[in-house]
């Protein structure tokens, strides 16, 4: 009898949590990218945003038609200054000043400018203090700590990055990193860098590695030194990130995934570009983010991830697969269907603990029903328990 009190709570909790779950998602972001010719109006990105369970945007510069068409949706939104200005930036406050005085102050707070990224994959001498300007022209409107200022790095900073527990920076960014770090951990902003497992697997194109960088079943990988047993390339790319943080001294500094994903189409030669694949990777990181359950070195919560990208960008140059990222199309509709839609974010994870299928309940017999019934209690409770130990409800009861 003791356990129906403890039931009842669990129950409780697990409505408490469906409705934090339903209205809580913003670590699932998109990449807007506009190398292209034939996108869609900004107003109607905008509805199409609504529809989903997206709820931050990246733009890879400051587009002000975007910005406005985005005011009043709650949609955050990262904007971007462009490589070329991070010289002006760096050595000139007064640039930095009318920077975010044209980008940012029309159109903020109406327009959710969380995070402006200086730079894209750009790390040279002159980041740092170009990112220290920024930050000194937020701080004069009065906007520091609501806006952050970051930049974006390729995983190619990683010198090592295998296994996960030895993930560490490539030494020749030295003190360049070691800065922007202590610019990140002083002004609380995240540290943003793009994994993708799909490159990890067009240049080890086995059977195993393709199941492992699309969250589908397989042996797992075994760090050795952790004992951690890794089932997906994510993860590991993400616990390689922390790793390599821990090691500089900054395991508090916000990991952001600003950018990954998987092409539908590419050239003959580019093997696993598909959309099988490209659905399997976004729709099982999409419930794999959903189920809270973190990665190994991180338990419990889902990093901020944009996925790469919203729409193909038609103009970019290289490889077919550059121009076929897009998860939707010009016309709004889905490429394939990845669980974006707001109509799938409050049904239970995808990738939650296995657990026992309720027996089929397609008889109306009141034993069947009353077992279903209790089966589906048994159920709750355990996905519960399993979350409770992966410490989801930390953020509830603070
Ligand atoms: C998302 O929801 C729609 C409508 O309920 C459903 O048809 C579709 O299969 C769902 N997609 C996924 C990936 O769960």
């Keep these: 009898m003791a356990m129906l009190p403890c039931t009842a709570a669990f129950l409780l909790l697990s409505f408490l949590q469906t409705v934090r779950i339903a209205d809580s998602q913003s670590f699932i972001g998109i990449n807007y990218g506009q190398v292209a010719d034939n996108l869609p109006p900004p107003s109607a990105t905008a509805k199409l945003l609504q529809s989903t369970s997206i709820q931050k945007v990246r733009i890879y510069g400051s587009d002000p038609a975007i910005i406005k068409a985005l005011a009043n949706t709650g949609i955050g939104i990262v904007i971007g200054t462009a490589n070329g200005d991070i010289p002006a930036l760096a050595t000139d406050p007064g640039f930095a000043k009318s920077w975010i005085s044209t980008n940012v102050l029309p159109f903020y707070p109406a327009s959710n400018i969380i995070l402006v990224t200086v730079g894209n994959e750009n790390l040279k001498n002159k980041l740092l203090p170009a990112m220290q300007n920024v930050q000194k022209a937020l701080k004069d409107a009065s906007l520091e700590g609501k806006i952050k200022v970051s930049t974006v790095h390729a995983m190619e900073v990683l010198g090592q990055s295998e296994p ?32 993708y497992p799909y490159f990890a697997y ?9 199941a492992f960088c699309l969250f589908q079943p397989n042996a797992g990988r075994m760090d050795g030194s952790t004992k951690i047993n890794y089932m997906n390339m994510f993860d590991a790319q993400v616990d390689a990130v922390y790793s390599a ?18 092409p539908y189409k590419g050239d003959d030669k580019e093997v696993g570009a598909s959309i099988e694949n490209a659905k399997a990777y976004n729709g099982n990181l999409i419930a794999h983010l959903r189920s809270m359950v973190g990665t ?32 939707f199309k010009p016309d709004l509709t889905m490429v394939y ?22 027996p089929a309940a397609t008889t109306t017999t009141s034993s069947t029903a009353s077992r279903s019934k209790r089966w589906s209690v ?13 410490g989801i409800f930390r953020g509830l009861f603070n």
């Design 296 to 327: 190994p070195l991180m338990p419990g919560k889902s990093v901020d991830t944009y996925l790469f990208a919203l729409y193909d960008e038609d103009l970019k140059p290289g490889p077919g697969s550059e121009r076929s990222f897009g998860l």
């Design 378 to 390: 048994f159920w709750w409770v355990f996905l519960e328990l399993g979350m409770f130990r992966n």
């Design 245 to 262: 943080l821990n090691s500089m001294g900054f395991k508090n500094v916000e990991i952001v995934v600003a950018e990954t994903g998987w």
């Design 164 to 195: 996960p527990s030895s993930g560490s920076f490539d030494p020749s960014y030295g003190d360049l990193m070691k800065g922007l770090l202590e610019f990140n951990s002083a002004n609380g902003s995240p540290f943003a860098i793009n994994p």
């Design 202 to 210: 067009a240049s080890d194109t086995r059977p195993e590695t393709l």
């Design 337 to 358: 269907d990845a669980g974006l839609s707001k109509s799938n974010q409050t049904q239970p994870p995808a990738a939650a603990p296995p657990a026992p299928a309720p």
